[in-house]
């Protein structure tokens, strides 16, 4: 049977699809861009008839319909792997709950361990003339999350970028159970980056001097990842390569400024390396159709074993705050979780092994209160109730606006003093009297 054939057979409407769902049912919903959009409006006039279905997905870049029903806790519960804004309201209303884990073991999770999705739904660029469906720029866990799934509905969308990877970057048609047509929403864009403020562009300065001709980059999200891109973009270094987690529209600028060839890079040369991609659209036009640019699933990109084996690695990430034990949180308020672990471990574990490599830690030394009032992210101890995304063993380099400290090795005397030798001037004399308290703190450090 020819492939245009079976896409008639196969082609349906989000109302029918949906009726496959039952309560009770495991349902993934895709992956950052793509979440259903037609299906997602259906599955939510079906929703009232259900109870206990368990949607599972992450990095939501709008609020989905299921999201909007009347009193959605009795119908569903909502499973995210990375949570956003969206899906902090969702837990304090009761029904969203964040699955955590490292990202780059979620393949793995869903081959091996992970309760079977019934269904799933998710959105694709359109068929290919060899009967593939593109996840676009979403690969992450998607080939092995649909390994598992006993019906597959894809969502066609027209705008939805095809993003060339090598493998596990798309799904064949048959493989998949229903084909909905959806009406081509243009890509939901993260917004340009805010203008990068005086802080931001203080840490940009001391982590780009670091940074050699050659070296292999790992951007996370924000301002100030962003602000190192933009600076690296404006710098004179050359050569460099690409192979992170999420691609950002930092990369865009970096590759479009000459900086980037990937020549240097001892495996997948030339190639810029990522298991997802969010930002305006002109990184989804970037990476349309780009044969420079490689899609590939997350237990590739994240494992540290890949990372190791990228000379000269540079891993720059953010973090909500650090205590004087050395200790980060990258993911949460106390109890209150923000974002979650994502694969900030595997790049700060992979980067250090890397021969030359340099993870970094970054984040401004104070921030804000509703009130007005300045407070540290410099902490004695962090707040009851918060994540330690990285632990004091694993954390290289750790840069504020007031400098760039390396607590690899250090005593735990020593690695106080480092972190309060860049904390904001205001605060030391505070963090060192609570460092005297916890008996890291030495009359000979000094003050």
């Known amino acids: 049977m020819d492939f245009k054939t079976m896409y008639e057979q196969k082609k349906t409407t989000a109302e029918e699809a949906v009726k496959v769902v039952n309560s009770g049912d495991w349902v993934d919903y895709g992956w950052c861009s793509g979440v259903p959009v037609a299906l997602d409006a259906a599955m939510a006039k079906r929703l009232p008839e259900l109870s206990d279905v368990k949607f599972r997905g992450g990095i939501l870049m709008w609020q989905p319909e299921i999201f909007k ?118 890509m939901a864009c993260m917004g340009a980056a805010a203008p990068a403020t005086e802080v931001d562009q203080a840490v940009a300065k001391y982590i780009v001097n670091e940074i050699p001709d050659g070296a292999c980059l790992q951007l996370g999200i924000g301002g100030m990842p962003n602000a190192v891109g933009s600076l690296i973009a404006k710098s004179d270094l050359k050569d460099l390569g690409v192979h992170t987690e999420m691609y950002v529209d930092a990369f865009v600028d970096i590759a479009k400024a000459g900086k980037i060839t ?7 040369k030339y190639r810029q390396v990522y298991a997802f991609a969010s930002g305006t659209q002109k990184l989804y036009d970037y990476l349309d159709e780009n044969p420079e640019c490689m899609s590939a699933p997350v237990d590739y990109t994240n494992d540290i074993r890949q990372i190791a084996s990228l000379d000269n690695f540079i891993s720059i990430n953010n973090a909500v705050d650090i205590d004087l034990f050395g200790q980060v949180n990258a993911e949460s308020a106390g109890t209150k979780q923000i974002s979650g672990a994502g694969g ?104």
């Open 262 to 268: 990937g020549s240097r890079k001892c495996i997948d």
């Open 344 to 447: 900030q471990l595997d790049f700060v574990l992979g980067a250090y092994l890397s021969n030359g490599g340099k993870s970094f830690i970054c984040m401004s030394s104070t921030f804000k209160q509703k009130d007005g009032t300045v407070k540290s992210r410099i902490r004695p101890t962090l707040a009851d109730g918060s994540i330690v995304t990285d632990t004091r063993a694993n954390v290289h380099y750790f840069v504020t606006e007031y400098g760039i400290v390396n607590l690899k090795g250090l005593s735990s005397w020593q690695k106080a003093e480092a972190i309060i030798s860049v904390a904001h001037p205001d605060f030391r004399d505070e963090l060192i009297e609570e460092a005297e308290k916890m008996h890291i703190w030495k009359q000979s450090n000094k003050r």
């Open 69 to 186: 029903i009347d009193n959605p806790k009795e119908h569903m519960t909502w499973n995210s792997w990375h949570m956003g804004g969206i899906e902090r309201k969702a837990i304090a209303e009761g029904f969203s709950y964040y699955a955590p884990i490292r990202y780059s073991e979620l393949p793995r999770y869903y081959r091996d361990l992970a309760a079977p999705c019934r269904v799933a739904m998710f959105q694709v660029a359109p068929m290919d003339s060899h009967g593939f469906f593109n996840f676009g720029p979403n690969a992450s866990h998607m080939a092995a999350m649909c390994e598992r799934a006993e019906i597959i509905i894809v969502e066609v969308n027209e705008n939805m970028p095809r993003c060339l990877g090598g493998h596990e970057e798309s799904i064949h048609i048959s493989k998949v159970s229903f084909i909905v047509e959806g009406n081509n929403p243009p």
